[in-house]
């Protein structure tokens, strides 16, 4: 558009002398307008290309988030992949004398059960019923010889850690052997708590295949020896956007 404005300036000053007009003011007054057109033309282009700079910039900045969040979520899942010792694939699933040994082999204090929803009368989900099942297996093979059951109790009405209780005293587990946590808000606390509150060093962590991968890695970097067994038993509502957050 200035590229205009100046073919115009000097068509215009053509326009002049060849009617002679240049001596009258004609021509300034024309040249002096069109400098004012360069400079608003020249202030709306930096005005307009402001926003442009600003979303493209914005895009980088989004686009580079996204290649970190995926190479970290690819660094968690192949570092830890082969923590995973014991695979619960069906309903009736149950650990082979292979995992039972490797899973045996870290000499873990407990199975770790992280807790998930509970409905409305303390029924564990389904989701949590299976990693429940797991946990209960591997404590009846001997695997380790405590359950730390860690979830939700932030609430009255509300008690993830009691339904688990619950569930685990009726399938036969000694009162003796379970330990709460009512205080596993989120993965990170479970862990932290196992490390901190009850001085564990060595676990093995039930729950699904896609938070195993975190969990494990949590306990890492919490400097907890750990194993994963995978309760996936079953497709679950929302399973595949758990995946793609894992």
Known sequence: MIRKSG???????????????????????????????????????????MPVRML?????????????????????????ESQINANYEMPEDTATQEEVEKLSSISPDCILVLGASVTSDGVPSPILQDRLDTAIDLYNKGVAP?????????QMVYNEVKAMQNYALEAGVDENDIYLDHAGFSTYESIYRAKYIFKVDSMIVVTQ???????LYGCRRMGITAMGAAADQCTYAGQERRRLRR
């Open 56 to 80: 493209s910039a914005l895009i980088k900045i989004a686009a580079a988030a996204v290649v970190i969040v995926i190479g970290l979520n690819f660094y968690v899942i192949k570092s830890t």
């Open 7 to 49: 073919f115009l300036q000097q068509k215009l000053q053509d326009f002049c002398y060849q009617n002679k007009y240049a001596g009258s003011g004609c021509l300034y007054k024309i040249q002096k307008s069109m400098q004012e057109l360069e400079k608003l033309l020249k202030k709306k282009d930096k005005k307009r290309s």
């Open 209 to 215: 295949t896609y938070h195993l991968y975190r969990s």
């Open 146 to 154: 405590k359950l730390l059951l860690s979830g939700d109790n932030g």
